[in-house]
């Protein structure tokens, strides 16, 4: 691994530097967490579990299955005679060969599974759904099936998963949509689609997994500017400020990062003010982390630059005593933000915009 400067940090396995991009802040979903094995009994257990469970560890495990085998699971899937636990077998194995080898997602796609994969996505079925849905995310782990994916028409169905799914699926989906948004003229049409408001209910309302995928997917559809009204209006800042003011969230950092995002645009900062969350952001300038004082201040200064209304909020705020301190204690681009902001706030009240 490559020496740090002092200027830059470790970040959910990504770095991060003073340079202010915080697009290296969160890692990517990675294939799914999801038991391979259900427990006997369970509506995806084979009839003889224990042999169903080894066969399937064996062939995710193989480097060298034959196509032929992908083209019978893709059959057995595409096949209207066969019951829906033949499916659900056969579509676990799809999933699993595509976990753990990039070959294998390649090889899987070309033989033809995209299509019928995104097909399960509407199956009535929920395990068989959630089947599809988590081979689709471990198919989008490869760039070149991204396009493909999308082109068979993966999107709404894994919108409406995100609505409706297991929470397994709706976590997958998420991580999905991820993926393909990764691709700059798939995001903004994710968006379109309806992606942000069942994540901004998945960040409020998920569990752990499911808010910590969530956050990871708006972070990159919000690298749309068009993403970030539909964020703001679809709620977005309350939860986000909720998780910034709960250490014990795990989510402090997660949604510091998202928050920064939405107020790049006025209709952001204008409902960050709203929801009080200029003394969650002030209260994290004072008390928080290294990154959490840095991503902080860089947000005040977003709210901050066009309005002598924020500013004087800010100041009210009691923000002028923690900034003096990080701006000369804080980490370079800290210091420096810390200095701009302070002096934002230290101009005579009548100059600059007043509007909110």
Do not use: W
Not at 120 to 139: C, F, K, R, Y
Not at 162 to 181: K, Q, S
Not at 211 to 229: G, H, P, Q
């Amino acid at each position: 691994m490559e020496a740090e400067s002092p200027s830059s940090y470790r970040y959910m396995g990504r770095s991060y530097s003073d340079s202010g991009d915080s697009s290296g802040a969160f890692s990517d979903c990675n294939s799914d967490h999801s038991g391979e094995f259900p427990s006997s009994g369970s509506p995806t257990s084979s009839t003889s579990s224990s042999g169903g469970g080894l066969h399937r560890l064996l062939i995710s495990c193989a480097a060298d299955y034959s196509d032929e085998v992908v083209r019978g699971l893709i059959s057995e899937i595409e096949s209207p005679s066969v019951t829906v636990e033949s499916q659900r077998r056969a579509a676990m194995e799809l999933r699993l060969l595509a976990k753990h080898s990039s070959e294998n997602r390649l090889r899987i796609a070309a033989a033809g599974a995209v299509g019928p994969l995104v097909a399960l996505l509407s199956h009535p079925d929920p395990q068989l759904q959630e089947h599809g849905v988590t081979a689709i995310l471990n198919l989008s782990l490869c760039d070149e099936n991204k396009a493909p994916i999308a082109a068979a028409g993966a999107i709404r169905p894994l919108i409406r998963i995100l609505r409706t799914g297991t929470p397994a699926a709706r976590e997958n989906a998420a991580c999905a949509l991820l993926r393909l948004a990764q691709l700059d003229d798939l995001r903004a049409a994710i968006g379109r689609s309806g992606a942000i408001p069942p994540l901004v209910a998945l960040l409020e309302f998920g569990g752990p997994r499911g808010k910590k995928d969530a956050a990871t997917a708006l972070f990159t559809l919000l690298a749309s500017r068009e993403n970030k009204a539909r964020a703001v209006e679809a709620g977005i800042v309350r939860p986000l400020l909720d998780l910034m003011a709960d250490p014990e969230s795990g989510m402090v950092d997660k949604a510091a990062y998202v928050l920064h995002a939405v107020v790049e645009v006025a209709e952001g900062r204008a409902a960050a003010v709203d929801e009080d969350g200029i003394p969650v952001l002030v209260e994290m300038v004072e008390r928080g982390t290294p990154r959490q004082k840095e991503t902080a201040v860089r947000s005040l200064l977003e709210i901050c630059k066009d309005s002598a209304v924020y500013r004087k909020m800010v100041a009210h705020e009691g923000a002028i005593p923690p900034l003096v301190d990080l701006s000369q204690s804080g980490t370079k681009k800290a210091k420096e933000k810390a200095e701009s902001l302070l002096e934002l706030l230290r101009q005579p009240r009548t100059t600059g915009n007043s509007h909110r």
